[in-house]
């Protein structure tokens, strides 16, 4: 099945001091360049959902979008923003803070979808889920809308109205999914500078 990958990109960035995270250099570079490194090789497509700096995110190439008639309501905005600009029946959402995606993911999710005959897949990072990495059909759209309608923004509420998969992603560090601090980015820079698979 074809897939886009919708990257979010719209957070405020409060506990970064209101940082644009995936523009901010991350090793010397964007740290959205290495989060389109990893999808890139996964998926058909890329959208960007940015709702700051449009010029700039433009620049890359992709589809971009914002949030819309949603904006400021959070990351479910920026999913239901990416769902509605994809070609493809199947999205796999990530996060546009994430510095070190496996490049497995989606095969990760898929396997864990199929298996539990599921209708949507999420990261489990060995300590609970983590709900804005996901893999999930442009079909939930429409009820998306209708929980944002309705005031519903807590993406784990949301998810609990589906029978989720969860792919078992514990043998991947924990701060490779986001970073919200500034200790975390330092951490993270600290530990990509010695790995071997960060190219």
Known sequence: MAITAVILC???GERMRGLDKPLHPLLGRPLLEH???RVRQQVDAVVLVANRQPQAYAAYGTKLVDDGIYKGRGPLAGIAA???AADSEWV???PGDAPLLPPDLLHRLRQ???GDAADLAVVNDGSGRQPLCCLLPRRLLADLRLYLDEGGDAPRRWLARYRVAEADCSD???WAWSLNTPEEWAMAESQMSQRK???
């Open 92 to 94: 796999l959402c990530v």
């Open 112 to 114: 864990a979808l199929q």
């Open 35 to 37: 989060v389109l490194d």
């Open 10 to 12: 719209g957070g405020a």
């Open 82 to 84: 990416g769902l509605a």
């Open 197 to 199: 698979d960060t190219a």
């Open 172 to 174: 991947w560090p924990r």
